[in-house]
């Protein structure tokens, strides 16, 4: 979860370190801490909190020198406290390690560092025995120290390690974790993510897994487990700063809000040709491929998992093949019917999700086909996969992911029409009436977003609420999911979703006056039953707020109020019904007074199990 930088070079370190770490806060804040060499003497800095507190003290007490690494932190070992903020440091204070993952055998380790060496903790973290196990096998050699340490342990870890004895020399190790190193000039970066480095060069080399890094001013040697040297290719990064930034809205989540027409736009259109036909880059699927496949697995957490309940929908229509979806943290511990026949889909916004990685090299070790649907370039699910289909979002740095979802549904349906037009299981009229359909979303909902003060006033009615209900059928009912992640995520109301057919078998129970529920009524064929649901939760009380679309008035004549989405067909409504239940849950949140970008206990990227 956390975030790394790291830096080498002719700057300052701090001022390089905080400004990345800055841009990583939404990685980890429960606090943050930075290590640099200044004088041969290895000087550390840490506080509990955001990184406002630890530029508070920076500057009280200024450090100097051109060798660092900074970490912003997500609790997974000990609570947030200065003691347990990194990095963290040997006992003989030479050694410096920041690091995010987990180590598994960490209790072991402690122990064996304690009774052989005589090593004596000041934490409650997993990583401070990272620290000291460099320390017992350093001999004059970070490198080498590094690489034996790494031997010793087991798990998850991104390491960044710099050492008072070695004051040219900063060390970098990928394992599950995600880790970049950056190039210019003037030094060289490493970090978690790209936003971290976007101020100081857009060159950066993608390290892949269990791959060890040799940082210099001049510099960068990289080398794989065996301790290969490897030559890599400099990627380029297309975007620049300014996409990571709020760009005039209150937080970053509104913004990415607004910016879902773009990313639906961008999603689409980049994959249609002139012709009007499906472009997959990065997928080769031909027909004969397609035709092998007799089930698919859809796999994935959280939000990108909900995005997968509507592209089992579409996949099974429009292909005809059987599709299951299953949460990534589940999949590999059932024992799932996976072989060469099978299409596995792993969905994640960053590619880096630690279940969804551990699921899809599951599925790969069982023979199956996998094909990701992702955001980010380059990263760890992109590179695993035999096909990757990158959604044009752009960078989403609040922790509530919107925008990655409605272009992942994009995605979906993109995959669903190509299989299913490939093998001849729609006709023309279908696939054009999709393509028409979904081309049309950007514009609808560029109109919808309009009516934004609208939600705000909904939201002033329920943001006092302790607890609040989502219903939906079909499609709606994955809708639902999602629209209630939301709200209990940013807003920590405590929020429940059901396929509203289910109610009278359990959950009606608890609907009592007052009650809000929200209904979602955007699917016609089942419309007239979502309309008896809601009679059934006023019956008890209940204070409904539906979603439906702008031609379906009857709604009107049972709901309390209702928010109307523009008219689209049913497979497509997803796009659009959304998008309502994310800017409540702006609302519900800016009016409880929550910090909406950085929700408390999460982070955006989860590479932990």
């Not at 440091?89 to 993952?101: L, P, Q, T, W, Y």
């Not at 960490?106 to 005589?118: F, N, P, R, S, V």
């Not at 994009?410 to 299989?419: A, K």
Request: charged residues 30%.
């Amino acid at each position: 979860m956390c975030g790394i930088v790291g830096y080498i070079g002719s700057e300052k370190a701090t001022d390089v370190i905080v400004s990345g770490l800055k841009k990583l806060e939404y990685r980890g804040y429960d606090s943050s801490g930075i290590a640099v060499v200044d004088n041969g003497k290895l000087e550390i800095l840490k506080k509990q909190g955001r990184i406002s507190n630890l530029e508070k003290e920076l500057d009280k007490k200024p450090i100097s020198g051109t060798l660092g690494i900074g970490h912003t932190r997500w609790a997974t070992h000990g609570e947030p406290s200065d003691e347990n903020a990194h990095p963290h440091r040997s006992m003989d204070g030479k050694i410096a390690v920041v690091h995010n993952g987990i180590i598994e055998n960490y209790i072991e380790l402690k122990k064996k560092l304690a009774d052989e060496h005589g090593i004596r903790f000041s934490s409650g973290t997993d990583t401070e025995i990272i620290a000291h196990l460099i320390s017992v096998y350093y001999k004059g050699d970070l490198f080498e120290a590094v690489v034996r340490a790494c031997k010793d342990m087991e798990g998850a870890y991104g390491l960044g390690v710099i050492s008072s004895d070695e004051p040219e020399k900063m060390v970098a190790v990928r394992k599950d974790s995600p880790l970049i190193v950056g190039l210019s000039e003037n030094g060289n970066f490493i970090a978690s993510d790209i936003p971290a480095l976007l101020k100081y060069t857009r060159d950066i080399y993608l390290l892949e897994n269990n791959e060890t890094v040799v940082l210099s001013r001049n510099s960068v040697e990289i080398f794989d487990k065996n301790l290969n040297p490897v030559k890599r290719d400099v990627y380029h990064v297309d975007w620049d700063e300014t996409a990571a930034e709020k760009d005039g809205y209150e937080h970053f989540m509104l913004k990415e809000i607004h910016e879902q027409p773009k990313g639906i736009f961008e999603t689409l259109n980049r994959r249609i040709d002139d012709a009007g036909n499906i472009v997959l880059d990065g997928i080769n699927m031909s027909k004969e491929d397609i035709m092998k496949i007799d089930k698919v697995y859809i796999v994935a957490c959280g939000t990108a998992y909900h995005a997968g309940l509507v592209g089992k929908n579409t996949i099974e229509k429009l292909a005809g093949i059987p599709c299951e979806v299953d949460v990534a943290s589940e999949f590999r511990y059932r024992d799932p019917f996976v072989n060469e026949h099978t299409l596995f889909i792993a969905i994640s916004q960053s590619g880096e999700t630690s279940d969804t990685l551990a699921a899809l090299r599951e599925a790969k070790r069982r023979g199956a086909r996998v094909l990701s649907v992702v955001n980010v370039v380059g990263s760890s699910v992109a590179r695993e996969s035999d096909d990757v289909f990158y959604t044009w979002a752009g960078p989403e740095i609040a922790v509530a992911s919107t925008k990655a979802y409605t272009t992942q549904l994009v995605c979906m349906y993109l995959i669903g029409l190509y299989m299913g037009r490939t093998v001849g299981k729609i006709d023309d009229d279908i696939y054009e009436m999709y393509i028409k359909e979904l081309s049309e979303i950007p514009e609808k909902l560029e109109r919808f977003l309009e009516k934004e003060d609208e939600i705000h006033r909904t939201a002033e009615r329920i943001y006092k609420r302790k607890q609040v209900f989502f219903i939906g059928r079909g499609l709606d009912a994955g809708v639902s999911y999602e629209g209630s992640l939301k709200l209990k995520e940013i807003s920590y109301i405590n929020s429940f979703a059901i396929a509203a057919g289910e109610l009278k078998h359990g959950t009606i129970a608890l609907m009592e006056k007052g009650t809000i529920v929200i209904a979602l009524a955007t699917q016609d064929i089942l419309y007239d039953k979502l309309l008896s649901n809601i009679e059934e939760v006023k019956a008890r009380g209940a204070y409904v707020i539906g979603i439906a679309k702008e031609s379906n008035r009857k709604i009107e004549e049972k709901a309390d109020e209702v928010i109307f989405i523009p008219d689209c067909r049913d497979e497509v409504s997803p796009l659009l019904s959304v998008v309502p239940l994310q800017l409540l849950s702006y609302y519900v949140a800016k009016l409880r007074g929550c910090d909406i970008d950085k929700p408390k206990n999460l982070a955006k990227s989860v590479t932990v199990e």
